[in-house]
């Protein structure tokens, strides 16, 4: 499995993008996706993840209403919709894959798969 990640860049506070992830691989509907960012200097942190249908979502407490999961798989892409954008929002996303059960979503070292990541920067 591939995953290539996209759609960073520079933007100004209180603004908005949408991250993209395309994978190469015919099985895309059996993974689990998320989204892990990591800003300079700190740990890698679950941003959100969603379900191989694409029915149930999952993000921490202070990702909600600004972060957005979706997938579509007939395109075999998920995508994080991020608005209000803080300077402390920059980082590097990273997109992944995994089959475990939804308790171990938040766990990066439970991703079998990792896109390379794209970086958005926020900044006026």
């Known amino acids: 499995v591939q995953l290539q990640a996209f759609g960073g860049g520079l933007v100004q506070p209180g603004g908005s993008l949408r991250l993209s992830c395309a994978a190469s691989?015919?099985?895309?509907?059996?993974?689990?996706m998320a989204w892990f960012r990591q800003a300079p200097g700190k740990e890698r942190d679950f941003v959100a993840a969603?379900?191989?249908?694409?029915?149930?979502?999952y993000s921490t407490n202070s990702m909600k209403g600004r972060f957005t999961i979706s997938r579509d798989n007939a395109k075999n892409t998920v995508y994080l919709q991020v608005s209000s954008l803080k300077s402390e929002d920059t980082a590097v996303y990273y997109c992944?894959?995994?089959?475990?059960?939804?308790?171990?979503?938040?766990?990066?070292?439970?991703?079998?798969?990792w896109g390379q990541g794209t970086l958005v920067t926020v900044s006026s």
């Open positions: 969603i379900s191989w249908s694409g029915s149930s979502t």
């Open positions: 992944a894959a995994t089959t475990v059960v939804r308790s171990s979503w938040r766990d990066p070292t439970k991703y079998d798969y």
């Open positions: 691989v015919r099985t895309f509907s059996r993974y689990v």
